[in-house]
């Protein structure tokens, strides 16, 4: 499999298949919602966006990184998240990172959003598929991010190298710069459990693909076989 590990602002052609990693936190705290009830994420391109969506859809579940703010039900985090009810209920979420890189590649014919809670699911997709090259969109830091670049690489060995460990990349994930402004308190709307939600390998048995659905990218849940149970 040819892989490709890029920034947002290095995603210059449409590719055919897109990983969207963004471990600390977007993608753990979708993965959560999921697990909480909720039916799609509707992925919002700037906060006002995410807004409006919110005042049409009264019933809408609306988040956003940081500190709480008016208009918005929650913030990005699974240590908060993962209290909430959303039984069939849709989230509004917009992020710094991790919703920009999924609109950035948006047109491909495949779109994966991904952290550790699904790495094993998402690298079941792309095995399934048989993909010759995919794209792993490294959302943090300008694409520096080194827990997301860490979860990128495993996700694409586990594709081809089932016996592949994770523990290296875990511990890159937990000593990078992500990891310490979530535990110092940098970074604000911070439950104190967020990094090891955050790397907690295949909490989740499904991966997360987005689709263009009536303008909106929309992200959902789509359950995956393990390779022990295709054995």
């Known amino acids: 499999m040819d892989t490709r590990f890029l920034s947002i602002a290095e995603v210059a052609e449409v590719p055919?298949?897109?990983?969207?990693?963004?471990?600390?936190?977007?993608?753990t705290v979708a993965a959560w919602a999921f697990a909480r009830?909720?039916?799609?994420?509707?992925?919002?391109?700037?906060?006002?966006?995410?807004l409006a969506l919110k005042s049409r859809h009264p019933d809408w579940i609306a988040l956003k990184d940081g500190p709480p703010a008016a208009g918005f039900d929650a913030v990005n985090s699974p240590g908060l998240l993962r209290s909430l009810d959303l039984d069939g209920r849709t989230v509004v979420q917009k992020t710094t990172a991790g919703t920009?890189?999924?609109l950035a590649v948006k047109d491909a014919s495949l779109v994966l959003c991904a952290g550790f809670v699904v790495a094993e699911a998402t690298a079941g997709v792309l095995?399934?598929?048989?993909?010759?090259?995919?794209?792993?969109?490294?959302?943090g830091e300008d694409g520096q991010a080194d827990e997301d670049l860490a979860c990128a690489q495993y996700?694409?060995?586990r594709v081809t190298e089932t016996e592949t460990g994770a523990a290296e990349f875990l511990r890159r994930a937990?000593?990078?710069?992500?990891?310490?402004?979530?535990?110092?308190g940098v970074r604000k709307g911070v439950h104190p459990d967020d990094v090891a939600l955050c790397l907690e390998l295949d909490r989740f048995p499904f991966a997360m693909v987005a689709t263009v659905e009536d303008s909106l990218m929309v992200l959902?849940?789509?359950a995956v076989s393990s390779p022990t149970d295709e054995a």
């Open 16 to 27: 055919s298949v897109a990983v969207v990693v963004d471990v600390m936190r977007a993608y």
């Open 37 to 50: 009830g909720a039916e799609k994420i509707v992925l919002a391109g700037s906060l006002d966006e995410a």
């Open 100 to 102: 920009v890189g999924a």
């Open 127 to 139: 095995r399934a598929r048989g993909s010759e090259g995919v794209t792993f969109v490294v959302t």
């Open 155 to 157: 996700i694409a060995r």
């Open 174 to 184: 937990d000593t990078s710069r992500a990891a310490a402004e979530l535990r110092e």
């Open 220 to 222: 959902r849940p789509v």
